[in-house]
Protein backbone atom coordinates (compact mmCIF):
# COMPACT_ATOMS: atom_id res chain seq x y z
CA UNK A 1 0.00 0.00 0.00
CA UNK A 2 2.95 2.29 0.81
CA UNK A 3 4.45 2.48 -2.59
CA UNK A 4 1.54 2.26 -4.29
CA UNK A 5 0.80 5.65 -2.14
CA UNK A 6 4.44 6.80 -3.17
CA UNK A 7 3.51 6.07 -6.76
CA UNK A 8 0.24 7.82 -6.91
CA UNK A 9 2.53 11.07 -5.35
CA UNK A 10 4.94 9.88 -8.34
CA UNK A 11 2.45 10.45 -11.05
CA UNK A 12 1.07 13.64 -9.62
CA UNK A 13 4.60 15.34 -9.86
CA UNK A 14 5.52 14.02 -13.12
CA UNK A 15 2.08 15.65 -14.30
CA UNK A 16 3.03 19.08 -12.90
CA UNK A 17 6.07 18.80 -14.84
CA UNK A 18 5.05 18.90 -18.15
CA UNK A 19 4.28 22.56 -17.49
CA UNK A 20 6.97 24.23 -19.48
CA UNK A 21 8.53 27.49 -17.76
CA UNK A 22 7.71 30.47 -19.43
CA UNK A 23 9.97 33.52 -19.83
CA UNK A 24 12.18 31.85 -17.02
CA UNK A 25 8.74 31.60 -15.02
CA UNK A 26 9.01 27.80 -13.31
CA UNK A 27 6.13 26.59 -12.19
CA UNK A 28 6.56 23.00 -12.53
CA UNK A 29 6.03 23.11 -8.40
CA UNK A 30 2.67 23.50 -8.68
CA UNK A 31 -0.14 21.19 -9.75
CA UNK A 32 -3.14 23.62 -10.02
CA UNK A 33 -3.77 25.67 -13.32
CA UNK A 34 -5.09 28.44 -11.02
CA UNK A 35 -1.77 28.57 -9.23
CA UNK A 36 -0.06 28.84 -12.38
CA UNK A 37 -2.20 30.97 -13.86
CA UNK A 38 -1.78 33.38 -10.65
CA UNK A 39 2.31 33.11 -10.99
CA UNK A 40 2.22 33.96 -14.88
CA UNK A 41 -0.30 36.64 -14.59
CA UNK A 42 1.50 38.68 -12.01
CA UNK A 43 5.15 37.86 -13.06
CA UNK A 44 4.17 39.36 -16.44
CA UNK A 45 2.77 42.58 -14.56
CA UNK A 46 5.73 42.64 -12.28
CA UNK A 47 7.65 42.63 -15.52
CA UNK A 48 5.66 46.34 -17.25
CA UNK A 49 5.82 47.99 -14.39
CA UNK A 50 9.60 47.35 -13.90
CA UNK A 51 9.71 48.33 -17.58
CA UNK A 52 6.76 51.37 -17.66
CA UNK A 53 6.68 52.23 -13.93
CA UNK A 54 2.71 52.78 -13.17
CA UNK A 55 1.71 54.01 -16.08
CA UNK A 56 1.47 50.65 -16.85
CA UNK A 57 -1.26 49.72 -14.43
CA UNK A 58 -3.53 51.26 -16.18
CA UNK A 59 -4.37 48.35 -18.23
CA UNK A 60 -5.46 46.14 -15.13
CA UNK A 61 -8.16 48.97 -13.57
CA UNK A 62 -11.09 47.33 -12.64
CA UNK A 63 -13.53 46.81 -14.40
CA UNK A 64 -11.83 46.47 -17.62
CA UNK A 65 -8.67 45.01 -16.28
CA UNK A 66 -6.88 42.36 -18.44
CA UNK A 67 -7.60 39.60 -16.13
CA UNK A 68 -10.59 39.68 -13.88
CA UNK A 69 -9.93 36.70 -11.99
CA UNK A 70 -6.82 38.83 -10.48
CA UNK A 71 -6.84 42.04 -8.74
CA UNK A 72 -3.58 43.77 -9.30
CA UNK A 73 -2.32 45.44 -6.51
CA UNK A 74 1.90 47.62 -6.36
CA UNK A 75 2.97 48.77 -2.84
CA UNK A 76 6.24 50.42 -1.84
CA UNK A 77 8.95 49.06 0.33
CA UNK A 78 7.82 50.98 3.19
CA UNK A 79 3.86 49.55 3.31
CA UNK A 80 2.75 52.19 0.65
CA UNK A 81 -0.04 51.08 -1.57
CA UNK A 82 0.35 52.44 -4.89
CA UNK A 83 -1.92 51.01 -6.88
CA UNK A 84 -5.46 48.31 -6.25
CA UNK A 85 -7.11 47.21 -8.53
CA UNK A 86 -9.59 46.03 -6.14
CA UNK A 87 -9.63 48.43 -3.45
CA UNK A 88 -8.81 51.74 -5.25
CA UNK A 89 -9.53 53.58 -2.00
CA UNK A 90 -6.48 51.98 -0.25
CA UNK A 91 -4.17 53.80 -2.76
CA UNK A 92 -1.41 55.97 -1.19
CA UNK A 93 -2.01 54.80 2.20
CA UNK A 94 0.77 53.02 4.52
CA UNK A 95 -0.89 49.85 5.17
CA UNK A 96 2.50 48.09 6.96
CA UNK A 97 0.56 47.44 10.37
CA UNK A 98 -2.70 46.69 8.74
CA UNK A 99 -3.96 42.86 9.95
CA UNK A 100 -6.05 40.32 9.19
CA UNK A 101 -8.64 38.77 11.11
CA UNK A 102 -6.29 36.60 12.70
CA UNK A 103 -3.79 39.28 13.61
CA UNK A 104 -1.25 38.30 11.02
CA UNK A 105 0.83 41.64 9.65
CA UNK A 106 0.56 41.26 5.70
CA UNK A 107 2.29 43.58 4.50
CA UNK A 108 5.49 42.59 7.19
CA UNK A 109 4.37 38.72 5.68
CA UNK A 110 5.42 39.92 2.18
CA UNK A 111 8.50 41.30 2.79
CA UNK A 112 9.36 38.12 4.59
CA UNK A 113 8.78 36.31 1.61
CA UNK A 114 10.11 38.49 -1.00
CA UNK A 115 13.63 37.79 1.32
CA UNK A 116 13.05 34.16 1.41
CA UNK A 117 14.77 31.98 -0.87
CA UNK A 118 12.83 29.20 -0.48
CA UNK A 119 9.61 30.85 -1.51
CA UNK A 120 10.78 32.15 -5.26
CA UNK A 121 7.35 33.44 -5.68
CA UNK A 122 6.99 35.20 -2.41
CA UNK A 123 3.84 33.53 -1.55
CA UNK A 124 1.75 34.74 1.62
CA UNK A 125 -1.31 33.12 3.28
CA UNK A 126 -4.26 35.08 5.00
CA UNK A 127 -7.63 36.14 5.59
CA UNK A 128 -8.58 39.23 3.52
CA UNK A 129 -12.36 40.64 2.04
CA UNK A 130 -13.35 40.36 -1.40
CA UNK A 131 -14.29 43.52 -3.25
CA UNK A 132 -17.79 44.20 -2.35
CA UNK A 133 -18.34 41.08 0.03
CA UNK A 134 -18.88 40.93 3.60
CA UNK A 135 -17.33 37.82 5.04
CA UNK A 136 -13.32 37.49 4.86
CA UNK A 137 -12.06 34.86 3.11
CA UNK A 138 -8.41 32.58 2.78
CA UNK A 139 -6.58 33.68 0.64
CA UNK A 140 -3.13 32.77 -1.21
CA UNK A 141 -1.17 35.68 -3.11
CA UNK A 142 2.33 35.50 -5.16
CA UNK A 143 4.82 38.58 -5.22
CA UNK A 144 7.52 39.98 -7.05
CA UNK A 145 9.98 42.63 -6.21
CA UNK A 146 10.80 44.69 -9.10
CA UNK A 147 12.67 48.36 -9.61
CA UNK A 148 10.94 51.16 -11.77
CA UNK A 149 12.62 52.93 -14.05
CA UNK A 150 12.08 55.93 -11.88
CA UNK A 151 14.54 54.04 -9.13
CA UNK A 152 11.69 53.06 -6.92
CA UNK A 153 11.48 49.34 -5.77
CA UNK A 154 8.04 47.95 -5.58
CA UNK A 155 6.56 44.75 -4.98
CA UNK A 156 4.02 43.81 -6.98
CA UNK A 157 1.35 40.95 -6.17
CA UNK A 158 -2.07 39.18 -6.44
CA UNK A 159 -4.03 36.75 -4.71
CA UNK A 160 -6.27 33.35 -5.26
CA UNK A 161 -9.19 33.59 -3.07
CA UNK A 162 -10.11 29.97 -1.60
CA UNK A 163 -7.08 28.48 -2.97
CA UNK A 164 -6.53 24.41 -3.67
CA UNK A 165 -3.76 23.69 -1.23
CA UNK A 166 -0.25 23.17 -3.29
CA UNK A 167 1.97 20.86 -1.33
CA UNK A 168 4.81 23.22 -2.57
CA UNK A 169 2.88 25.88 0.17
CA UNK A 170 3.63 23.12 2.37
CA UNK A 171 6.90 22.48 1.47
CA UNK A 172 7.74 26.05 2.04
CA UNK A 173 6.38 26.66 5.48
CA UNK A 174 8.61 23.38 6.43
CA UNK A 175 12.10 24.39 4.69
CA UNK A 176 11.69 27.89 6.01
CA UNK A 177 11.27 26.75 9.30
CA UNK A 178 13.97 23.89 9.06
CA UNK A 179 16.40 26.87 7.90
CA UNK A 180 15.62 29.36 10.86
CA UNK A 181 16.21 26.26 13.58
CA UNK A 182 19.54 26.16 11.81
CA UNK A 183 20.22 30.16 12.35
CA UNK A 184 18.74 30.29 15.39
CA UNK A 185 18.42 27.33 17.60
CA UNK A 186 15.75 26.78 20.49
CA UNK A 187 14.96 30.20 19.49
CA UNK A 188 13.00 29.30 16.56
CA UNK A 189 10.50 27.69 18.03
CA UNK A 190 8.53 29.92 19.75
CA UNK A 191 8.56 32.09 16.39
CA UNK A 192 7.45 28.67 14.46
CA UNK A 193 4.33 28.11 16.81
CA UNK A 194 2.97 31.71 16.71
CA UNK A 195 -0.18 31.45 14.90
CA UNK A 196 0.53 34.68 12.93
CA UNK A 197 3.52 33.27 11.58
CA UNK A 198 4.17 32.63 7.91
CA UNK A 199 4.18 28.92 9.43
CA UNK A 200 0.84 28.57 10.42
CA UNK A 201 -2.13 28.99 7.73
CA UNK A 202 -5.32 27.48 7.20
CA UNK A 203 -4.75 23.67 7.75
CA UNK A 204 -1.04 23.85 7.64
CA UNK A 205 0.79 23.96 10.91
CA UNK A 206 4.66 23.40 11.02
CA UNK A 207 4.96 20.78 14.11
CA UNK A 208 8.65 19.11 15.45
CA UNK A 209 9.07 16.39 17.20
CA UNK A 210 11.89 13.98 18.55
CA UNK A 211 13.39 10.67 16.97
CA UNK A 212 11.11 9.01 19.65
CA UNK A 213 7.99 10.99 18.96
CA UNK A 214 8.12 13.41 21.19
CA UNK A 215 6.44 16.89 20.68
CA UNK A 216 8.67 20.02 20.38
CA UNK A 217 6.10 22.14 18.55
CA UNK A 218 2.85 21.29 18.63
CA UNK A 219 0.18 21.62 15.47
CA UNK A 220 -2.60 21.43 17.62
CA UNK A 221 -2.18 21.29 21.24
CA UNK A 222 0.65 24.01 22.17
CA UNK A 223 1.49 24.10 25.92
CA UNK A 224 -0.58 21.32 27.00
CA UNK A 225 -0.48 18.22 29.56
CA UNK A 226 -2.11 15.96 27.12
CA UNK A 227 0.92 13.45 25.98
CA UNK A 228 1.21 12.42 22.56
CA UNK A 229 3.69 10.33 20.49
CA UNK A 230 3.42 10.49 17.08
CA UNK A 231 4.65 7.32 16.50
CA UNK A 232 1.89 5.55 17.90
CA UNK A 233 -0.58 7.75 15.57
CA UNK A 234 -2.45 6.19 13.59
CA UNK A 235 -4.54 7.05 10.55
CA UNK A 236 -7.71 5.82 9.40
CA UNK A 237 -6.46 2.78 7.62
CA UNK A 238 -4.73 1.50 10.62
CA UNK A 239 -1.04 2.55 9.83
CA UNK A 240 1.32 4.50 11.43
CA UNK A 241 2.23 7.33 9.23
CA UNK A 242 4.91 9.11 10.95
CA UNK A 243 6.52 6.00 11.97
CA UNK A 244 6.36 4.68 8.56
CA UNK A 245 8.15 8.46 7.52
CA UNK A 246 11.16 8.23 10.20
CA UNK A 247 12.03 5.01 8.71
CA UNK A 248 12.45 6.64 5.17
CA UNK A 249 15.28 8.68 5.83
CA UNK A 250 18.74 7.06 5.20
CA UNK A 251 20.65 9.45 4.01
CA UNK A 252 17.61 11.62 3.17
CA UNK A 253 16.85 14.50 4.21
CA UNK A 254 13.06 14.90 3.34
CA UNK A 255 10.30 12.94 2.85
CA UNK A 256 6.56 12.87 1.82
CA UNK A 257 4.27 10.30 3.42
CA UNK A 258 0.92 10.04 2.03
CA UNK A 259 -2.08 8.54 4.60
CA UNK A 260 -6.01 8.61 4.76
CA UNK A 261 -7.99 10.97 7.27
CA UNK A 262 -11.63 11.76 7.66
CA UNK A 263 -12.87 14.98 5.87
CA UNK A 264 -15.17 17.24 7.86
CA UNK A 265 -16.17 18.67 4.52
CA UNK A 266 -16.76 15.18 2.59
CA UNK A 267 -17.80 12.92 5.72
CA UNK A 268 -15.23 10.52 3.46
CA UNK A 269 -11.82 9.19 3.75
CA UNK A 270 -9.13 11.13 2.07
CA UNK A 271 -5.85 11.05 1.29
CA UNK A 272 -3.56 13.85 2.98
CA UNK A 273 0.60 13.91 2.83
CA UNK A 274 3.04 14.33 5.74
CA UNK A 275 6.06 16.39 4.34
CA UNK A 276 8.81 16.04 6.92
CA UNK A 277 12.58 16.96 7.25
CA UNK A 278 15.60 16.30 9.16
CA UNK A 279 17.31 18.39 10.94
CA UNK A 280 19.88 19.48 14.33
CA UNK A 281 18.66 21.07 17.53
CA UNK A 282 20.89 21.33 20.50
CA UNK A 283 23.42 18.42 18.91
CA UNK A 284 20.08 16.55 18.78
CA UNK A 285 17.74 14.78 15.78
CA UNK A 286 15.05 17.04 15.41
CA UNK A 287 12.08 16.42 12.65
CA UNK A 288 9.82 19.14 11.25
CA UNK A 289 6.77 19.04 9.09
CA UNK A 290 3.40 19.55 7.94
CA UNK A 291 0.11 17.84 7.02
CA UNK A 292 -1.69 19.00 3.56
CA UNK A 293 -4.00 18.16 1.47
CA UNK A 294 -2.46 15.30 -1.02
CA UNK A 295 -2.83 17.08 -4.83
CA UNK A 296 -5.75 16.07 -7.12
CA UNK A 297 -4.73 15.49 -10.50
CA UNK A 298 -5.58 18.21 -12.66
Known amino acids: MKHLYIGILAVLMALSACSNSRDGLDLTAYNYNDTKNLVRFVHNAAQKIEKDGLAATEEYKSPKGINKDFNLYVYDMKGINLFHAGTPEVQNKNLRNITDIAGKRVIDLVFEALSNPENPHGWVHYTWWEPGKFYPVPKSSCHFKVRMPDG ?51 EVKVFAFRPDGRIVISPILGDSLVSTNLLSCVDEAGTKPFEHALKQFGK ?21 TLYLRKTMLNDEPLFVGAVTDLPQTP
Open 152 to 202: REVFVGSGINYPLEESEFARIAVDSAVNLITAKGSAALPVIENATSSYNFR
Open 252 to 272: QTAVWQIFMAKSRYERQLVKK
